[in-house]
């Protein structure tokens, strides 16, 4: 099992930026890549970005390119997500997921483990 735990959300105006983080423990070596999804009231949950702990690569949604940057730190199994120029329809959950397979995408089905979320609220 591995266990994930964002932190980093808040309530922030419109403009600002916000870095998320996500913790990954237990048997973490069986997580080949980490992504960001986000879910906003009353819609599905939403793919944003995947890295692979191995090599970096990284992958976006067109959503989120230009203003969301997802990076790793191996040594310290965690995956940071930079939010800059942050908008009201950014408001969600966030969610960080692992997956087993190495270039995962943007589907949720690709995703073994999932955080409990955070949330970001961007005022207008």
């Known amino acids: 099992q591995v266990q994930l735990v964002e932190s980093g959300g808040g309530l922030v105006q419109a403009g600002a930026s916000l870095r998320l983080s996500c913790a990954a423990s237990?048997?973490?070596?069986?997580?080949?890549?980490m992504g960001w999804f986000r879910q906003a009231p009353g819609k599905g949950r939403e793919f944003l970005a995947r890295?692979?702990?191995?090599?970096?690569?990284?992958y976006y949604a067109d959503s989120a390119k230009g203003r969301f940057t997802i990076s790793g730190d191996n040594p310290r199994n965690t995956v940071y997500l930079q939010m800059n120029s942050l908008k009201p329809e950014d408001t969600a959950v966030y969610y960080c997921?692992?997956?087993?397979?190495?270039?995962?995408?943007?589907?949720?089905?690709?995703?073994?483990?999932w955080g409990q979320g955070t949330q970001v609220t961007v005022s207008s």
């Open positions: 997921a692992a997956s087993r397979e190495y270039y995962s995408g943007s589907n949720r089905g690709e995703y073994d483990y």
């Open positions: 890295i692979t702990m191995s090599g970096g690569h990284t």
């Open positions: 237990g048997r973490t070596f069986s997580s080949r890549a």
